[in-house]
């Protein structure tokens, strides 16, 4: 089963920003070809949708709690999924994880979990106040 790569995790002051990246961790599994979706999840929470972006790359998609200061991208050159964290509160400290559709090129389009068959082992992101 492919899985997923995340980086760029770490330590910030509230305020500052990061960029994590997902790449997949077998170079038989094209991740071109999916939707993938960032999740997060703090200790004692459920996991949250945080943002997806179809294969395509032509429709980025952020939660409405964080879209203005959150955002998707990819690099189809550098098989490379991207999530751009600016303006980082110590609410957003969580364990972030990004994941690829269980079915390539349209796949479901959808904010849950479930969608999502190829996981990463998460990058940790802690904001201090």
């Known amino acids: 089963q492919a899985q997923l790569v995340e980086s760029g995790g770490g330590l910030v002051q509230a305020g500052g920003s990061l960029r994590l990246s997902c790449v997949a961790s077998?170079?038989?599994?094209?991740?071109?070809?999916?939707?993938v979706g960032w999740f997060r999840q703090a200790p004692g929470k459920e996991r949250e949708f945080v943002a997806r972006?179809?294969?395509?790359?032509?429709?980025?998609y952020v939660a409405d709690s964080m879209k203005v200061r959150f955002t998707i991208s990819r690099d189809s050159a550098k098989n490379t999924v991207f999530l751009q964290m600016n303006g980082l509160q110590p609410e957003d400290t969580a364990r972030y994880y990004c994941?690829?559709?269980?079915?390539?090129?349209?796949?479901?389009?959808?904010?849950?979990?479930?969608?999502?068959?190829?996981w990463g082992q998460g990058t940790q992101v802690t904001v201090s106040s």
């Open positions: 994941a690829a559709d269980s079915l390539p090129y349209l796949g479901h389009w959808s904010p849950l979990p479930s969608a999502y068959d190829y």
């Open positions: 972006i179809n294969w395509s790359g032509t429709s980025p």
């Open positions: 077998e170079r038989t599994f094209d991740i071109n070809l999916y939707t």
